[in-house]
């Protein structure tokens, strides 16, 4: 056999191995339910982090409808005229500059009854979220809070926030003293719970102004400050004392 015959027989034995291999039966492919570790273990997660947020919602949903009320506070209706309003806001004004000038103040008094604390919050632009939802009364050297706040904004319709409050509040010599004397939070007395729990007499006055400086810079302005007789009585420092 000459090399042409050679080469004209091997396309022939080429297709009689395909021709075998192709004869033979084909095995089935297995295949894979593709739910491996990693999907048990992503439903895990996802069925322990409901459970969680389910569980967690009602608890914080029941803690809400423990200390809020379906009714809010009535609150004593205060009647103030303009002009009132704004003679306590010159009033107001009137120290305030006094207290951030720099000349000497000579021990400079500022005096505020109860109606005129409650006239500045319908004077004072910063406290105008709290004119329908809050109230100041002094009952002699005690300072008294009542507090009432819906919480439609919160997405709980129905629900306020009501709070009584009653506290000893003085500045001595440029320290903030805030004593909570009764906190009453849906008609439950927390002060004892909370504030006598750190203390016989817990004095949050200087966790206040070491949190907030703006609060310590302006307190370490005054020399006293009291209520007494129904009135709140604030004296500046001297300038160098």
């Keep these: 056999m000459n090399m042409q015959d050679q080469w004209n027989a091997t396309p022939s034995s080429s297709m009689q191995a395909n021709s075998t291999l192709g004869s033979q039966p084909s095995q089935p492919v297995q295949q894979k339910s593709g739910k491996g570790c990693l999907f048990y273990g992503c439903l895990t997660v996802l069925i322990i982090g409901v459970l969680s947020i389910a569980v967690i919602f009602f608890a914080v949903r029941a803690f809400v409808m423990k200390v809020t009320e379906d009714?809010?506070?009535?609150?004593?209706?205060?009647?103030?005229?303009?002009e009132e309003s704004q003679q306590a806001l010159s009033k107001l004004r009137a120290f305030e500059q006094k207290l951030n000038g720099n000349a000497p103040t000579e021990g400079e008094v500022l005096t505020?009854?109860?109606?005129?604390?409650?006239?500045?919050?319908?004077?004072?632009k910063d406290l105008e979220a709290l004119r329908d939802s809050l109230r100041?009364?002094?009952?002699g050297s005690t300072l008294g809070l009542e507090y009432s706040q819906s919480l439609v904004p919160m997405g709980m319709s129905g629900r306020y926030v009501n709070m009584l409050a009653e506290v000893d509040a003085s500045v001595d010599r440029g320290i903030l003293h805030i004593?909570?004397?009764e906190l009453k939070v849906a008609g439950s007395?927390?002060?004892?719970?909370?504030?006598?729990?750190?203390?016989a007499d817990a004095d949050i006055g200087p966790q206040i102004t070491g949190k907030y400086p703006n609060v310590q810079r302006l307190v370490s302005k005054i020399e006293?400050?009291?209520v007494k007789d129904g009135?709140?009585?604030?004296?500046?420092?001297?300038?160098?004392?």
């Design 71 to 82: 009714k809010p506070l009535a609150l004593p209706v205060v009647t103030i005229t303009q």
């Design 112 to 124: 505020l009854n109860e109606r005129e604390l409650n006239s500045l919050l319908l004077a004072v």
């Design 136 to 139: 100041v009364h002094i009952k």
């Design 179 to 181: 004593l909570i004397r």
């Design 189 to 199: 007395s927390f002060a004892e719970g909370i504030v006598k729990s750190q203390s």
């Design 224 to 226: 006293r400050a009291e």
């Design 231 to 241: 009135v709140v009585r604030i004296e500046l420092r001297k300038q160098g004392t």
